[in-house]
T-cell receptor, first 114, second 116 residues
Framework: SQKIEQNSEALNIQEGKTATLTCNYT??????LQWYRQDPGRGPVFLLL?????KEKRKERLKVTFDTTLKQSLFHITASQPADSATYLC?????????????FGKGTKLSVIP | GAVVSQHPSRVICKSGTSVKIECRSL??????MFWYRQFPKQSLMLMAT?????????EQGVEKDKFLINHASLTLSTLTVTSAHPEDSSFYIC????????????FGNGTRLTVT
């Protein structure tokens, strides 16, 4: 079955540094991959979507890469700020699901230390 | 931007009672809404896909008679947890997709259910 792994449960970094989060998946070749941010006690908020034919996508201080050979996506936050502290989730659409039945990873809890 | 409102945000109920959770898309129509459940430090798990005007599609292992879903209109889906038990205590989150091509999912802020 489709499996998603975010191999760091928690990541602490110093303010101003670049945070890099990893998402690996198996048993599937998704057409695209999504990243969400979730704050405690809140629903996820969509950040970025990257398609299989895109190597990299940027949005302000965020950058996502997608390597379909390695079956891996990297999520970068540059010039990190304490306000970036949250849990970041990667998600894939189910095979043949019409694209919006998402399977989520467990998330990586990022803490940016001032 | 697209907003999904979920109500209530928190509910405490006694074992054996039923609880209804509402999910509304405030500024767009959603023919399909999704219900997720999240246990502490776990990923969001899809429970069911709610389709306006038709029966919901439940994921394997989710009891459809226990988790009743009604997608009454293009802007409202409800999840009723019937005969709740303490093990049903969790964070329930709905999401909806606007009809615009390539639009991402929008999530509600979740409902923290505690069954005593």
């Amino acid at each position: 079955s489709q499996k998603i792994e975010q191999n760091s449960e928690a990541l602490n970094i110093q303010e101003g540094k670049t945070a890099t989060l990893t998402c690996n998946y198996t048993n599937y070749s998704p057409a695209y991959l999504q990243w969400y941010r979730q704050d405690p006690g809140r629903g996820p908020v969509f950040l970025l979507l990257i398609r299989e034919n895109e190597k990299e996508k940027r949005k302000e201080r965020l950058k996502v890469t997608f390597d379909t050979t390695l079956k891996q996506s990297l999520f970068h936050i540059t010039a990190s700020q304490p306000a970036d502290s949250a849990t970041y989730l990667c998600a894939l659409a189910r095979p043949g699901a019409g694209s919006y039945q998402l399977t989520f990873g467990k998330g990586t809890k990022l803490s940016v230390i001032p | 931007g697209a907003v999904v409102s979920q109500h209530p945000s928190r509910v405490i109920c006694k074992s054996g009672t039923s609880v209804k959770i509402e999910c509304r898309s405030l500024d767009f129509q959603a023919t399909t809404m999704f219900w997720y459940r999240q246990f502490p430090k776990q990923s969001l798990m899809l429970m069911a896909t709610s389709n306006e005007g038709s029966k919901a599609t439940y994921e394997q292992g989710v009891e459809k008679d226990k988790f009743l879903i009604n997608h009454a209109s293009l802007t409202l889906s409800t999840l009723t947890v019937t005969s709740a038990h303490p093990e049903d205590s969790s964070f329930y989150i709905c999401s909806a997709k606007p009809g615009v091509i390539n639009s991402p999912l929008h999530f509600g802020n979740g409902t923290r259910l505690t069954v005593t």
